[in-house]
């Protein structure tokens, strides 16, 4: 059985600032919605997983932050036309046959570490993770595989 776990703030993200000026007829940018939306069908079309999750960033770690107060210091904000289509893309994805993982203070790749290492552990599994966070490719395995977009 095959699960595919994606990093979806890094997609949204990609596709936010990939395809600029796109919006609907009121005028309101689309450009996230199309790009994630477009890019989420062409994974399933590639890989055919039985399974599909989007894990969310939530937060940061504040036990990360006590250990290194400059952890993530330098991020910026996200766009503001970027914050009503991730709503958008996240109240979509169940519709799309995805569920999506979360959790408060926890960033989307230690959730995507844990949920690889839970189903490699049953016979049968394969996971792909659609990531270009390289701190992932730790996991690339028997049972991992890493499916990326970006182009090298």
């Not at 036990?63 to 991730?86: D, F, G, N, S, W």
């Not at 046959?97 to 926890?106: E, V």
């Not at 016979?123 to 270009?132: D, F, P, Q, R, S």
């Amino acid at each position: 059985m095959k699960l595919l776990l994606i990093d979806g703030h890094y997609y949204v993200y990609r596709s936010f600032f990939a395809i600029p000026n796109l919006s609907n007829s009121r005028g309101e940018p689309t450009n996230a919605i199309f790009g994630f939306t477009k890019t989420l069908r062409l994974m399933v079309k590639h890989l055919q997983p039985e399974l599909g999750a989007v894990v969310w960033d939530e937060g940061v770690p504040q036990k990360r932050v006590e250990l290194q107060p400059a952890y993530k210091e330098t991020r910026k904000e996200m766009p503001k036309p970027m914050i009503p289509q991730l709503e958008f893309i996240q109240k979509l994805t169940p519709l799309l046959g995805f569920r999506n993982i979360s959790l408060p203070d926890t960033e989307a790749d230690d959730l995507m570490g844990c949920y690889t290492i839970a189903a490699c552990k049953r016979a049968g599994m394969e996971v792909v993770l659609a990531t270009n966070d390289k701190d992932l490719y730790q996991l690339v395995g028997p049972c991992v595989k890493v499916y990326t977009t970006a182009k090298a």
